[in-house]
Structures are given as structure tokens and as C-alpha cells.
């Protein structure tokens, strides 16, 4: 017995060692105070309890940094931010890491059980649209929301440190979520078929630079069309008038369309690296050669 189950561990350590992929979110352990790019930022929704709250600062890491930031969101941020009800109850905490330029927006959903409506690719492409950008966000929760108050969040961090997000920018990413939630929800479409479809009409607005709503409608129809989604007229028209929003406003779509085929990229790119592959099928055979061994090794 005791020889059976030193096999299986064996063979679980060497798994491990040998053929799973070191991937994950970006490291937001202690480095030290970065001077130059301020503390991280802990925004807790007001509604937590004492216990909630704790539980939530462990989920988010808090006490891996030296010093953080710390505010509380409620209804009345939601409603001075995004015009919602200032009588909701907040729930949805969030944590931001500031980055240097040009490092990209990192979202991580760190209770996905939790946040039932909102996907990360969801919450990046409202960021995005919004302005934020080069942050690392980690989106916790600890008890089932459908977790749009997190964006309340995010924007009271950025107006508490005296970064001023513009106004109108943060309340059409506020409709942008809400569309992609509502969408998804009565639809019954994917929540990554939502966000590739958000994703890829704001690359035709960055390459086509639409100047009428006719234009833009034609770019909605079009994206729904390549992406095979049927949406209804009353759908349709939501986002006709969402995008048609943006355009007006002052967005550098060039810029967000870079960072969303960053964002859609990386995978891509890894499934065409060859060098990838051959690494992964070397440390197959490593696997298989080294657990032969072993057990040639039990019976000599």
C-alpha cells in the first residue's frame, strides 16, 4: 500500500514539475513602495461586514503589500459617478496596482464564483472606454453580486488618488457594462461572445473612423453578421446608439484598439509558437522517461 501510494504522488509531483504551464496574473506580492507610481489602492464596498471585509482583504492580498491606499465605496458614489441609486448596496471590492506606460490594463476576477455578470473581458473593455489604462485590477467579492459596482469602485480609487477620469467617458463605460450584462443575460449569448463582439466593433470604429450614426450602425450590423450573433432590433439599436456615444466623445480608438489586441493577442500567440510546443512535447517525454524509471526502479 504504503508503495502504491508513493507511485501516485511521484507521478502528481513530476505532472506538475514536468508538463503544467507556469501561467498567471501578474505578480502583486510586496516589491516596496514604487515611488514613482504611488501605493496600491483598496476600495471595499460599504455593505461588507467587519468579517466580509476581512475575508476580502485576504482575497485581494492586502497585507502582501508594506502600504496600501484604503477607501470605501457606497450609493451615493454610485450615483455621483454613473447616476445609479444612491441607496444600493455595495458589495464588490477591488484592488488596483498602477503600472508604468505601456504596461497594459490586467483585470483578475480573484471570486469569478461570486461575480455573476461581469466577465474580465467585460470589465476591460469598459475600463478602456472609461480611460483607464496601465493598472493592474484585481475584482473580489464575498458574497454573489452580479459585480457593476466594482467599476464605481475603480473610479472613486482614481478620483480619491486626483486622477480625474472624465465624466462622460465614465458614465458610457457604466451603459457599455450594463448593455454586455443585459445582452448576455436576455440573449443567452456567451459573456465571451459579448465581449469579442464589443471588442471587435470598437477596432472597425478605430480603422473606419465612422462621421454619421448611419455609419456606425452599418459597423454594428456588420461585426454581428461576421460574429454570427442574432441580436434583436431593440438590442441592436442599444448598441447602434452606445457606440454612436463614443464617437463623439473624445476616445483615441487607435489607442484602445491597440490595447485590446494586446489583450486578445497573448493567447493567440502562444498557441503559434512553435517554441512553445516543442517545449511542452520535450517535457512530455521528460515525464514519461522519468516515471518509467521510477517504477523500472520499485521492482529492482
Known amino acids: 500500500m ?5 507511485i501516485w504522488v511521484f507521478i502528481t509531483v513530476l505532472f506538475t514539475a514536468f508538463v503544467v504551464p507556469s501561467t ?4 502583486t506580492g510586496d516589491q516596496g513602495i514604487n515611488e514613482k507610481l504611488g501605493l496600491p489602492i483598496v476600495v471595499y464596498g460599504e455593505a461588507l461586514s467587519q468579517s466580509q471585509k476581512t475575508d476580502v482583504a485576504e482575497l485581494l492580498e492586502v497585507n502582501q503589500h508594506d502600504q ?9 458614489d454610485l450615483a455621483n459617478y454613473i447616476g445609479g441609486n444612491p441607496n444600493s448596496n455595495m458589495y464588490s471590492s477591488v484592488k488596483i496596482i498602477h503600472k508604468d506606460n505601456d504596461a497594459g490594463l490586467n483585470i483578475e476576477i480573484v471570486t469569478p464564483d461570486n461575480i455573476t455578470q461581469v466577465s474580465k473581458e467585460m470589465y ?4 478602456l472606454t472609461a480611460g483607464v489604462e496601465n493598472a493592474d485590477v484585481l475584482v473580489a467579492s464575498s458574497v454573489k453580486v452580479s459585480g457593476h459596482s466594482a467599476l464605481t469602485g475603480i473610479y472613486k480609487a482614481y478620483d480619491a488618488k486626483g486622477v480625474k477620469l472624465d465624466e462622460d467617458r465614465m458614465q458610457v463605460a457604466s451603459e457599455e457594462l450594463d448593455i454586455a450584462t443585459d445582452i448576455a443575460e436576455e440573449e443567452g449569448i456567451d459573456q465571451a461572445k459579448i465581449s469579442e463582439l464589443l471588442t471587435e466593433i470598437k477596432k472597425a470604429i478605430a480603422e473606419q473612423d465612422p462621421a454619421t450614426k448611419e455609419e456606425v450602425e452599418q459597423i454594428v450590423q456588420d ?7 442574432e441580436l434583436s432590433p431593440e438590442d441592436r439599436q442599444r448598441l447602434t446608439d452606445l ?5 463623439s466623445l473624445n476616445i483615441d480608438f487607435d489607442q ?4 485590446l489586441e494586446d489583450l486578445t493577442g497573448n493567447l493567440q500567440d502562444l498557441i503559434n509558437d512553435d517554441g512553445f510546443w516543442k517545449s511542452l512535447q520535450t517535457a512530455v517525454q521528460n515525464f514519461f522517461t522519468s516515471l518509467s524509471n521510477f517504477v523500472k526502479s520499485l521492482f529492482n
Open 256 to 259: 484602445v484598439k491597440t490595447q
Open 243 to 247: 457606440f454612436d456615444q463614443m464617437r
Open 223 to 229: 461585426q454581428l453578421q461576421s460574429l454570427n450573433i
Open 24 to 27: 498567471g496574473f501578474a505578480s
Open 124 to 127: 476591460t473593455n469598459a475600463l
Open 2 to 6: 504504503k508503495k502504491c501510494m508513493s
Open 68 to 76: 496600501v491606499d484604503e477607501f470605501t465605496v457606497n450609493g451615493q
